[in-house]
Nanobody
Protein backbone atom coordinates (compact mmCIF):
# COMPACT_ATOMS: atom_id res chain seq x y z
CA UNK A 1 0.00 0.00 0.00
CA UNK A 2 1.33 3.43 -0.96
CA UNK A 3 -0.09 6.52 0.72
CA UNK A 4 -0.03 10.08 -0.57
CA UNK A 5 -1.00 12.86 1.83
CA UNK A 6 -2.03 16.33 0.69
CA UNK A 7 -3.92 19.40 1.80
CA UNK A 8 -1.48 21.03 4.17
CA UNK A 9 -0.72 24.71 4.10
CA UNK A 10 -0.63 27.96 6.03
CA UNK A 11 -3.75 29.03 7.88
CA UNK A 12 -4.58 31.56 10.56
CA UNK A 13 -5.58 30.48 14.03
CA UNK A 14 -9.26 29.62 14.08
CA UNK A 15 -9.24 28.52 10.47
CA UNK A 16 -9.80 25.14 8.87
CA UNK A 17 -8.01 22.71 6.60
CA UNK A 18 -8.86 19.31 5.22
CA UNK A 19 -6.11 16.80 4.72
CA UNK A 20 -6.48 13.93 2.29
CA UNK A 21 -4.60 10.67 2.06
CA UNK A 22 -5.00 8.72 -1.14
CA UNK A 23 -3.95 5.09 -1.25
CA UNK A 24 -3.03 2.68 -3.95
CA UNK A 25 -4.24 -0.88 -3.82
CA UNK A 26 -7.66 -2.44 -3.93
CA UNK A 27 -7.62 -3.65 -0.33
CA UNK A 28 -7.33 -0.23 1.33
CA UNK A 29 -10.78 -0.67 2.86
CA UNK A 30 -9.45 -3.59 4.88
CA UNK A 31 -6.94 -1.39 6.68
CA UNK A 32 -7.39 0.75 9.72
CA UNK A 33 -6.16 4.29 9.10
CA UNK A 34 -4.57 6.84 11.32
CA UNK A 35 -3.30 10.38 11.30
CA UNK A 36 -0.23 11.36 13.27
CA UNK A 37 1.74 14.57 13.51
CA UNK A 38 5.24 15.64 14.33
CA UNK A 39 6.21 19.12 15.42
CA UNK A 40 9.83 20.30 15.18
CA UNK A 41 11.95 18.74 17.91
CA UNK A 42 9.13 16.52 19.12
CA UNK A 43 8.20 12.91 18.75
CA UNK A 44 5.51 11.81 16.34
CA UNK A 45 2.16 11.74 18.10
CA UNK A 46 -1.25 10.23 17.54
CA UNK A 47 -4.01 12.49 16.24
CA UNK A 48 -6.91 10.33 15.07
CA UNK A 49 -7.77 6.88 13.79
CA UNK A 50 -10.63 5.04 12.15
CA UNK A 51 -11.10 1.35 12.67
CA UNK A 52 -11.19 -0.88 9.57
CA UNK A 53 -14.15 -2.87 10.80
CA UNK A 54 -17.15 -0.80 11.74
CA UNK A 55 -15.49 2.54 11.14
CA UNK A 56 -15.43 3.71 14.73
CA UNK A 57 -13.18 6.67 15.34
CA UNK A 58 -11.09 8.00 18.18
CA UNK A 59 -8.98 11.05 18.80
CA UNK A 60 -6.21 12.52 20.86
CA UNK A 61 -7.60 14.67 23.64
CA UNK A 62 -5.86 17.71 22.17
CA UNK A 63 -7.92 17.58 18.98
CA UNK A 64 -11.19 16.05 20.16
CA UNK A 65 -14.15 18.16 19.10
CA UNK A 66 -12.09 20.06 16.51
CA UNK A 67 -10.81 17.36 14.14
CA UNK A 68 -12.78 14.69 12.30
CA UNK A 69 -11.37 11.63 10.57
CA UNK A 70 -13.40 10.02 7.81
CA UNK A 71 -12.92 7.66 4.92
CA UNK A 72 -14.24 7.06 1.44
CA UNK A 73 -13.49 3.45 0.61
CA UNK A 74 -14.70 3.87 -2.98
CA UNK A 75 -12.03 6.54 -3.48
CA UNK A 76 -9.39 4.78 -1.37
CA UNK A 77 -9.04 7.98 0.61
CA UNK A 78 -9.01 8.97 4.25
CA UNK A 79 -9.55 12.55 5.36
CA UNK A 80 -8.79 14.70 8.36
CA UNK A 81 -11.01 17.75 8.70
CA UNK A 82 -9.35 20.22 11.03
CA UNK A 83 -11.38 23.10 12.43
CA UNK A 84 -10.61 25.79 15.00
CA UNK A 85 -6.92 25.37 14.35
CA UNK A 86 -4.43 26.57 16.92
CA UNK A 87 -0.75 27.48 16.59
CA UNK A 88 0.10 24.35 18.59
CA UNK A 89 -1.41 22.26 15.79
CA UNK A 90 1.54 23.27 13.60
CA UNK A 91 3.31 20.09 12.50
CA UNK A 92 3.94 17.71 9.66
CA UNK A 93 0.92 15.46 9.43
CA UNK A 94 1.27 11.84 8.38
CA UNK A 95 -1.33 9.34 7.36
CA UNK A 96 -0.82 5.69 8.14
CA UNK A 97 -2.52 2.37 7.53
CA UNK A 98 -2.36 -1.10 8.92
CA UNK A 99 -4.34 -4.29 8.66
CA UNK A 100 -3.47 -5.56 12.10
CA UNK A 101 -4.85 -4.87 15.53
CA UNK A 102 -8.09 -2.93 15.93
CA UNK A 103 -7.60 -2.47 19.66
CA UNK A 104 -7.83 1.25 20.37
CA UNK A 105 -4.69 1.33 22.46
CA UNK A 106 -2.72 -0.30 19.67
CA UNK A 107 -4.18 1.99 17.03
CA UNK A 108 -2.91 5.02 18.96
CA UNK A 109 0.64 3.75 18.68
CA UNK A 110 3.08 4.77 15.94
CA UNK A 111 4.61 1.31 16.09
CA UNK A 112 1.33 -0.36 15.11
CA UNK A 113 1.27 1.07 11.59
CA UNK A 114 3.08 -0.59 8.74
CA UNK A 115 2.35 1.86 5.93
CA UNK A 116 3.05 5.60 6.01
CA UNK A 117 2.54 8.55 3.72
CA UNK A 118 5.19 11.19 3.14
CA UNK A 119 3.67 13.88 5.34
CA UNK A 120 2.11 17.25 4.66
CA UNK A 121 3.01 20.43 6.53
CA UNK A 122 0.36 22.36 8.42
CA UNK A 123 1.34 25.78 9.73
CA UNK A 124 -1.06 27.73 11.93
CA UNK A 125 -0.20 31.37 12.49
CA UNK A 126 -1.35 33.32 15.54
Amino acid sequence: VQLQASGGGLVQAGGSLRLSCAASGRTFSSYSKGWFRQAPGKAREFVAAIRRSGGSTFYADSVKGRFTISRDNAKNTVYLQMNSLKPEDTAVYYCAADGGSTIQGMMRSVESYHYWGQGTLVTVSS
